[in-house]
């Protein structure tokens, strides 16, 4: 079957099975690697891209049932040869260990800016819940959104420390780290 879809902008149309996955597609056919694909079960989000301006694991959605619709994935975060403000605050506060993770949690986590530009670091953990790192323990990816934020806002110096910004204070059990 043909699939025609808009992915980072740019109109694609491709000929696929009727089974095929979205991150498969993503992946396999149009060779934007960035989509990780993990677990296989959907719990872990590595995969996420948005659809049609929404966050959604891309295991769970067919290509075909793309088709139509608007995807953007963690390659059309950068514009114009320029970072977008999560992808320098995972940098910045040190968000991303592996990697593995980064770009389900750069999209989840900017579809949260977008949508609410200053949340607290509860907004952020229940947001990014969906998420499994098995690097950071949360608190670095925290710190990053919270840095992208400050950023947007214009609220952000040079001068500030990143282990700084955050709304809430920092839990020093490793347990309660989780979102």
């Known amino acids: ?104 949690m750069l999209m989840t986590t900017r579809a949260l800016l977008d949508s609410n530009p200053n949340p607290s670091e509860q907004e952020i953990r229940e947001a990014i819940s969906g998420q499994i790192c098995r690097c950071t323990g949360y608190a670095s990816i925290v710190r990053s959104v919270q840095w992208a934020a400050a950023e947007e806002s214009g609220t952000r110096t040079s001068t500030v420390d990143p282990a700084s910004v955050r709304s809430e204070p920092r839990s020093r059990e490793r347990t309660a780290d989780r979102p």
């Open 1 to 104: 079957m043909q699939v025609t879809m808009i992915v980072n902008g740019e109109r694609v149309t491709r000929d696929v099975e009727g089974r095929l996955l979205l991150v498969h597609f993503l992946r396999d056919h149009l060779a934007l690697t960035g989509t990780h694909w993990g677990c296989d079960t959907s719990n872990c989000g590595a995969c996420a891209v948005w659809l049609d301006g929404e966050p959604v694991k891309s295991c769970t959605v067919l290509a075909a049932m793309a088709a139509g619709h608007e995807v953007r994935t963690v390659e059309g975060l950068e514009q114009l040869g320029e970072l977008d403000p999560i992808q320098r605050g995972f940098m910045h506060c040190h968000g991303l260990q592996c990697g593995f993770c980064t770009p389900g």
